[in-house]
């Protein structure tokens, strides 16, 4: 008997049914509760994170893919795949990040190797919306070498007193909490750091300054300060001395999520250009009667459609439970190419756009901004160049 193609998953089309119902409901909530809204958040500089994600979670779009037991719905993993496109469809990039850092960045290590008191008190409120967290491992002299940081957490008793910085933090203004990468013994490789939850109510935490930047203006940026600020030990992350092992795992996730959300606004991005070469008339026809315009678009399409299968596919590992190092290989290969895929529809589209492309109520301008930062941001390309060659063996002359 052959089976029913339309309703079960296939390598080319994962979703059900139920899937493409849960679709339509993020894309709605998209549409009515951020869209509206963007404009004005990119002029205050940020969003109200507390009042968007109390939504999302009492519509249970927050940590999809977590067990019930600590808040999650134990959906599986194409239920994050949607969430994650359709975020990538707002008009402003800011929020879908907002949302990836509380969704798929500062809570997977928490869910995964954190205790039961850490999971009841900071993960199952940030999954329903209550909290809102952050992950803070970039330092001033720290950023993509990760084996460089130099915020201490030191033992006294049952405290640790942490001294340091941690720059460019993601929601950094308005966390409740953060997810804190820190050295606990000494060293200067990746060995003897330790992921800790820092409520941000504790003396000594301090938002040194909101920072100022290209794009993405609809998140708030910190630069944070830690001064003699103790926490309990029991805010420790599973095992001391094993943080960086622990946020490598959350880096394959957080680089899906940004692969996921970069696919889909890059879609938007060529479609808006071919609706307005469309509608654009230049020596009395379209612009998109110029065959150079089609071509370019169409390679534009061709590439983002090719994406999202290597998103997929990195999806379908996770989802399989496959060896950590392919999955790791897979992700740092989504992250490097839609950053450069990203940067190309950016700089295509808008010069398609013409003047019109550079004025601030045009959406591809933001676009044009917002996009630079996914060549930089959770690893860099040349980074992630470094992952795919060692595993690769290239280090091995």
Partial sequence: MVANVQSAPNLFNPFTEEHEMFRRSVRAFVEKEINPYCDSWEEAGQAPLHALFRKMGELGFLGLHYPEDVGGANADIWYTVILHEELGKANAAGVPMAIGVQDGMATPALAKYGSTYLKETYLKPALRGEMVCSIAVTEPDAGSDVARIRTRAVRDGEYYVINGSKMYITNG?????????????????????????????????????????????????????????????????????????????????????????????????????????????????????????????????????????????????????????????????????????????ADTCLQFYGGMGYMEETPISRYFRDSRLSSIGGGADEIMLQIISRIEGMDKY
């Avoid at 941000?200 to 290209?214: A, C, E, R, Y």
């Avoid at 110029?290 to 299968?309: H, P």
């Fill in 173 to 345: 203004t308005q966390a409740d909490w953060i997810c804190l990468l820190a050295r606990t013994s000494d060293g200067e490789d990746y060995k003897g750091m330790s992921l800790i939850v820092v409520p941000t109510n504790t003396p000594g935490f301090i938002v040194s300054k909101k920072l100022k930047k290209l794009g993405n203006l609809s998140s708030d940026t910190a630069l944070l300060t830690f001064e003699n600020m103790r926490v309990p030990v029991t805010h420790l992350i599973g095992e001391e001395g094993r943080g960086f092992y622990y946020q490598m795992e959350q880096f394959q996730i957080e680089r899906l999520v940004g692969a996921l959300g970069g696919v889909a606004g890059a879609e938007r991005a060529v479609r808006d250009t071919i609706r307005y070469t469309r509608e654009r008339k230049a020596f009395g026809k379209p612009l998109l009667a110029n065959q150079w315009i089609q071509f370019r678009l169409s390679e534009l399409l061709t590439e983002i459609e090719a994406q999202k299968q290597l998103n997929y596919y990195c999806a379908s590992l996770i989802e399989s439970g496959a060896d950590s190092t392919e999955i790791t290989r897979i992700a740092s290969m989504c992250k490097l190419k839609v950053g450069r895929l990203m940067r190309q529809v």
